[in-house]
């Protein structure tokens, strides 16, 4: 089993910025296609963003220019950096291996991020 840990979810303005971290489990990080996703009250799940071992790196057209995603091998971690937040990235943001935009392994407990005034 891989599993995942997502934090630095919070309250922030609209406009704001937010990094997440993702901390995998185990060691077969490196080999992986890390993604972000998000689930917004009443919606389904959404693939947001997504980088492969060798730096390939895609986004979901409603993030792109604001957020970018990241990932530190050495410490099993995957982040998403997030800037000029708009109302409607309020969601619960998660990380997994990605498969063809979907997650590979179990879901974690994910990290609210909510934009509000």
């Known amino acids: 089993q891989v599993q995942f840990v997502e934090s630095g979810g919070g309250l922030v303005q609209p406009g704001g910025a937010l990094r997440l971290s993702c901390v995998a489990s185990?060691?077969?990080?490196?080999?992986?296609?890390m993604g972000w996703y998000r689930q917004a009250p009443g919606r389904q799940r959404e693939w947001v963003a997504r980088?492969?071992?060798?730096?390939?790196?895609e986004y979901a057209d409603s993030v792109k220019g604001r957020f970018t995603i990241s990932r530190d091998n050495a410490r099993n971690r995957a982040d998403l950096q997030m800037h000029s937040l708009k109302l409607e990235d309020t969601a619960v943001y998660y990380c997994?291996?990605?498969?063809?935009?979907?997650?590979?392994?179990?879901w974690g407990k994910g990290t609210l991020v909510t934009v509000s005034s």
């Open positions: 997994n291996a990605d498969k063809n935009g979907d997650g590979l392994y179990s």
């Open positions: 185990g060691n077969i990080f490196s080999i992986l296609d």
């Open positions: 980088i492969t071992p060798g730096g390939y790196i």
